[in-house]
C-alpha cells in the first residue's frame, strides 16, 4: 500500500537523503551531489524545507519546497519558497503522485502563514504546474549572452520595467552568503553585483541598479536572464527560461518579480 508523508524538518529530512538522491538517479538518470542537497535543504537560513514523500515499499515521488525570501526594495521581506527537484519514479507516473504531494506542500504552507510558493518550470512539466496546480505562469523569458555595450542597454531596458516589485536581495548579507556559497561554484560580490564566469563568458546572476553591471570585469560575452519581450534579435538568445507561481496567503503575480540567475540557478 502506498504511503505519503509531509516533513518540515531538517533533522527528520537528513534520515530520507540516501533515499532522495537514488530516486533522482533512477527519474532523471544523473547524480544529483550530496552537497548540493545539504545546501538548499539543510544549511538553507530562512528556515525549513517543506517535503512530501511518497513510499511504495520504497521511495516513488518526491515534492518539495526551499525557503527562498523575496524583498519589495522598501524593508518588506516576503516568506516566499522556491519549487525544485520534482521527481517521480518511472514505474508511478500514472498515479497523479506530482499533484498529490504538491498541494499537500501546499496546504502544510497554508497553514504555516507562507506568502506564495514559485519556481522554474521546464517545457515539459510547466502544463501541469499550470492545469493541475493553478499556477500562474509567465511567456518564456531567456538567457541571453551579449557584449557590455548592449548588457548597459538590455538592463536599462529590463530596469524600466516599472511592474517588477520584489527581488531576491542579495544586498542583504543573510541571503548573499547563502546564496554565493553554492557548493562547487566561484562568485564574485562587488558591491552591487555578484558574477560567476562560465566557459569564457560571465555569469550575471545579480544587480540591483544598472550603473552596477559597469562594475563586472571586461569579458567576451556577459549571459543574463531577461524578459523576452525586451529582446529583439533571436541570435543573442541562448535558451528559454520558464517562470511562475502559486498564491498562499498573499497574492502573487510572477510579472512583479525580478527573475535572475541568483533565483534560478539554485540547482
Not at 518511472?90 to 519556481?119: C, P, Q
Amino acid at each position: 500500500m502506498m504511503k505519503t508523508i509531509i516533513i518540515k524538518e531538517k533533522n527528520e529530512l537528513l534520515k530520507y537523503k540516501t533515499e532522495i538522491l537514488k530516486l533522482f538517479r533512477d527519474a532523471y538518470g544523473q547524480e544529483l551531489s550530496g552537497i548540493l542537497w545539504d545546501w538548499a535543504y539543510i544549511h538553507n537560513p530562512f528556515g525549513n524545507p517543506y517535503v512530501a514523500l511518497a513510499f511504495d515499499d520504497v521511495l516513488v515521488a518526491h515534492y518539495a519546497v526551499i525557503p527562498y525570501p523575496l524583498s519589495d526594495g522598501a524593508g518588506v521581506r516576503y516568506k516566499s519558497f522556491l519549487s525544485m527537484t520534482t521527481m517521480v519514479a518511472e514505474s508511478h507516473r500514472k498515479y497523479g503522485l506530482f499533484t498529490k504531494l504538491a498541494n499537500a506542500v501546499y496546504d502544510e504552507l497554508r497553514i504555516d502563514d507562507a506568502d506564495w510558493v514559485m519556481g522554474f518550470p521546464n517545457q515539459m512539466s510547466a502544463p501541469g504546474f499550470r492545469k493541475r496546480l493553478g499556477w500562474k505562469i509567465l511567456d518564456p523569458d531567456c538567457v541571453i549572452s551579449v557584449d557590455k555595450s548592449m548588457l548597459t542597454k538590455i538592463s536599462h531596458l529590463e530596469f524600466s520595467d516599472k511592474e517588477v516589485r520584489l527581488f531576491a536581495d542579495l544586498a542583504s548579507q543573510d541571503i548573499r552568503d547563502w546564496r554565493l556559497s553554492k557548493p562547487n561554484t566561484e562568485y564574485v560580490w562587488n558591491d552591487g553585483v555578484a558574477y560567476k564566469e562560465f566557459s569564457g563568458h560571465i555569469d550575471v546572476m545579480y544587480y540591483r541598479f544598472p550603473d552596477d553591471l559597469l562594475r563586472l570585469p571586461d569579458s567576451n560575452a556577459y549571459n543574463i536572464l531577461v524578459p523576452r519581450h525586451i529582446v529583439d534579435n533571436e541570435n543573442i538568445v541562448a535558451f528559454d527560461y520558464m517562470f511562475g507561481g502559486l498564491s498562499l496567503n498573499k497574492e502573487f503575480m510572477p510579472s512583479m518579480v525580478r527573475r535572475q540567475m541568483c533565483l534560478s540557478d539554485v540547482f
